[in-house]
């Protein structure tokens, strides 16, 4: 079956690979003249890449490292020792860490927040923890019940201080969400902490050893190409086209630099765009149905990338860092943490600014000369005295709409993967799965996506089939 997937995002792709895998024949139709959606990257006149976001991986994201163990590229990720860095506004150039020692879930993480001696009292601690209990000990059912409140009014009612929100949690829910906790939906955090709480690897971290568009999208190209499938770049889906029953007839893709459009057509269609983006192309007909009326109830949140150049190394730490500042999420000095982007006199300090709401609309100067300001209270020896640290170039990278915005009330209107149209489906993070807005969240949707056309179109003596629904398998333990 010939399978058309708008999309050449993490979603899309995995959906093509997937489809492969099980028969099928998929053609993956991206608007843009690169790869990966959401962690697409380019190069400027330099050679150097920017990315449209800071991507670290976690031990907890099964499916995407199963992905990268069936590439035969798991080798590319780079496993950072397994502890959580924040910095002490109070205490600026100083970082506290977490230290998860090397034994059997939960154990190991509650032993990482009884160590610090940095961030948190004895009794703050004792008060999280008991705060935490009914999270793990009463299942995903209480925690999909949460959904009612913030993460924030959740805190609150099971008596945890406001200190720990206030120095942990608002640099994770930024960090995760790239939203504040008085914003998120307590469901969203409340599964990233079982899944940390439940796996020995869970919070283990890892940079990829390049550009992704190039050391993940690629290869995924490659394995769909190889065995028969598609990609095409330059090919912007303008309209979808419908038969009288309602049925996708095609898809209408915009010709460029003076071509005529081009109708392209399959058995069957997958969308893998963003939420935003899905809205606008819905054909009017589909718009009254209930199914996708609940899409309005979705949006992309604004997400601000920064990679800045600078004359002299700034910090030697090969590991991502929370920030805790209002303005910055997390960050890392790429030139440590990335093998293709390493440097040993200079840093890349590549920064995600959250919640960006109120700066998507700002230059980029003015941007970058607010991170500088916070980069100085973080830095404190490399931006005083009479030899302060040199800005060489920056990139600033501006999604105005990224994941979903995971606010209280949205898992009702989360899509599922198979909708009322017997030819169309859906592919991206947020559509109904257990994980947030994340690289995880859009490799396991496109696998659900893979698995559902799949059960209602199976291809005669398939024998990898079978792969769809095998449970995933983490290899964080051995990097």
């Known amino acids: 079956m010939r399978v058309a997937i708008a999309g050449a995002g993490l979603a899309g792709l995995s959906c093509a690979k997937y489809l492969t895998d099980a028969g099928h024949t998929p053609i993956v139709l991206e608007s843009r003249d690169v790869l990966g959606g959401l962690v697409a990257a380019w ?45 002490q506004p109070d205490k600026p150039g100083t970082l506290s860490r977490f230290d998860v020692p090397d034994i059997p879930s939960p154990f190991n993480v509650i032993a990482s927040i009884l160590r610090n001696k940095d961030m948190l009292t004895w009794e703050q601690k004792i008060r999280f923890a008991i705060g935490l209990l009914p999270a793990v000990v009463r299942g995903q059912k209480y925690v999909e019940d949460m959904d009612k409140y913030s993460f924030l009014e959740w805190l609150k009612r099971q008596g945890v201080d406001e200190r720990v929100t206030s120095d942990v949690f608002i640099a994770a829910c930024k960090a995760l969400t790239f939203i504040n ?20 690897y869970g919070s283990k971290i890892a940079f990829l050893d390049g550009s992704p568009t190039e050391r993940l999208c690629s290869p995924i190209v490659d394995y769909i190409t190889e065995r028969g499938g598609e990609v095409r770049l330059n090919a912007p889906l303008k309209e979808i086209l419908l038969n009288a029953d309602g049925t996708v007839k095609g898809y209408l893709i915009r010709g460029l630099n003076g071509a005529e459009d081009e109708v392209f057509t399959a058995d069957v269609y997958v969308s893998a765009m963003s939420v935003d983006p899905m809205k606008v192309m819905l054909p009017n007909s589909w718009k009254q149905m209930e199914f996708f009326k609940k899409l309005e109830g979705l949006e992309g949140v604004p997400v601000i990338n920064l990679h800045l150049w600078f004359d002299r190394k700034l910090t030697e730490i090969d590991h991502l860092l929370f920030s ?33 709401k109120d700066w998507i609309a700002k230059s980029d100067q003015e941007i970058v000369a607010a991170t500088i300001a916070e980069l100085e ?80 179109l199976p291809v005669a003596n398939s024998s990898n089939l079978q792969m769809l629904t095998r449970p995933p398998a983490t290899n964080a333990a051995t990097a």
């Not at 031990?59 to 020792?81: F, T, V």
């Not at 906790?181 to 020995?200: G, K, M, Y």
């Open 43 to 87: 190069k400027d006149s330099d050679g150097d890449w920017y990315e449209t976001g800071l991507h670290a991986f976690f031990g907890a994201y099964p499916n995407m490292l199963q992905l990268l163990k069936e590439l035969g590229i798991e080798d590319r990720l780079q496993w950072k020792e397994h502890t959580l860095i924040f910095n």
């Open 377 to 456: 209270k973080l830095f404190p020896d490399h931006f005083g005295g009479d030899n302060p640290a040199t800005l060489l170039k920056s990139h600033v990278v501006k999604t105005p709409r990224s994941v979903y915005k995971a606010t209280p009330g949205r898992q009702q209107y989360r899509p599922a993967q198979v909708t009322p149209i017997a030819n169309f489906y859906l592919a991206g993070s947020y559509t109904m799965q257990r994980y947030l807005g994340s690289m995880e969240g859009a490799v396991l949707s496109g696998k659900l996506t893979a698995q559902a056309i799949s059960e209602a």
């Open 324 to 356: 805790r500042s209002p303005l910055l999420s997390v960050y890392a000095d790429m030139s440590n943490t990335c093998r293709e982007y390493a440097n040993p006199n200079r840093s890349m300090l590549e920064l995600v600014l959250a919640p960006a």
């Open 181 to 200: 906790p008085d914003e998120v939906s307590a469901t969203i955090l409340l599964t990233a902490l079982n899944r940390f709480l439940q796996e020995r």
